[in-house]
């Protein structure tokens, strides 16, 4: 299970990161940048299923609504094994606010926090005791790196890395 919670939170900003400069509202700019179909390889690096390969495949768009935000569905597959995810992050008035999966009251993940800096973004996660951070940073227009650590005792420990990219031929928003 945090196998798959863990994975839930690399795919929702895989698709989040296109453009690797800010101009306006760095918030509004990158909420919007999200559609797109974005593919690519990760590995667990920490903890029980350390070693562990995954592939995943999302498609990343604003939010129905006219709120600022991110939706996010596809699949992320590990051997014959295919796990859907979904994500939705909200921005309102300053401050960060979401769900992947169910959200912590089910068997998902509560967003806690965000700061987007630059071509990064940071967001805080939470799970009952679980607390970490997830780095997205877009190092190429279309090659987004991520990492995702977990908070042991005082330190964050990565246990998530991936490098996604933007598939050309099927909605680029570019």
Known sequence: MIFRILLSVTVLFASAMTTPTWAGSKDHVFFKSVKGTWRGPGEIVAGKYKGTKFVCNLKGAPKAEQKLGIALDGTCRVGIFSQKMSAIINH???????????????????????????????????RKKLNGAMVAHLQEPNKLNITISVKVQDQLVPVIGMTLARDQKVGSAR
């Open 92 to 126: 309102s008035r300053g401050k960060y606010s979401g769900k992947f999966l169910d959200g912590a009251a089910g068997e998902g993940l509560d967003i806690t926090s965000g700061r987007v800096k630059g071509n990064k973004i940071v967001v805080g996660i939470n």
